[in-house]
């Protein structure tokens, strides 16, 4: 039997007075934000912003898969989901390929570690596969927040990661596959260099790590 993992101030939802402040800087940075109150308006919102027929990458996150994102993706039908090619796919013969639909989708799904109400966006990878298409290599980006993701500024983000998520996610990685999980590569968005581009979906409510 495990331990639970002690609470950290970063579970905890911030209040709506720091969403608006977020908000309103990623704004001036070039991103699209929305306050949404919750998952059920997130999951609406997600199938209106990204057209039929769009190929589609999910990144790795417990927000999407929490709030059926993840499934409303890649098994729904709608959209041509890269994720569940990509799995099919040879490792050992066609990891050029792989990594050619993994950088460049139509839309990237996914989530962050944490949105700073300075307007930066902080994503945490292991293994670095959902980062360049986050970063630009998407037509558009898409991310879903849960409101304990805000903190004020870059160094509560990047303690976050540390103190909050890395345990999180440790604890995850080990018992879904035996091995803990590490920050080998970490992706600051302070703008967005094409206004619009990339789209915040900031909810009232905490989900996901």
Aim: net charge neutral; proline share 6%.
């Amino acid at each position: 039997m495990t331990t639970p993992l002690p609470a950290t101030p970063f579970a905890d939802p911030a209040p709506a007075r720091s969403l608006e402040r977020a908000a309103a800087a990623l704004t001036a940075h070039g991103f699209a934000v929305e306050i949404l109150d919750d998952v059920a308006a997130a999951r609406t919102r997600v199938k209106e912003l990204i057209p039929e027929g769009a190929g589609v990458f999910t990144g790795a996150s417990e927000t999407l898969r929490l709030s059926g994102i993840d499934e409303d993706i890649n098994t729904g039908g709608r959209y041509r989901a890269i994720k569940p090619r990509a799995l099919a796919m040879d490792r050992a013969t066609q990891m050029d390929e792989i990594r050619r639909l993994l950088a460049g989708p139509d839309v990237v799904v996914g989530s962050v570690a944490a949105v700073t109400e300075t307007g930066s966006l902080v994503v945490a990878s292991g293994s670095g596969s959902q980062l360049p298409s986050y970063s630009g290599g998407a037509a558009r980006a898409i991310w879903i927040v849960g409101a304990q993701k805000v903190v004020a500024d870059l160094p509560a983000a990047l303690r976050r990661v540390e103190e909050h998520c890395l345990p999180l996610e440790s604890a995850r990685t080990q018992a879904a596959h035996g091995w803990p999980s590490a920050v080998n590569r970490l992706l600051i968005l302070n703008a967005e260099h094409q206004p619009g581009r990339g789209t915040v979906l900031l909810l009232r409510e905490a989900i996901g790590f």
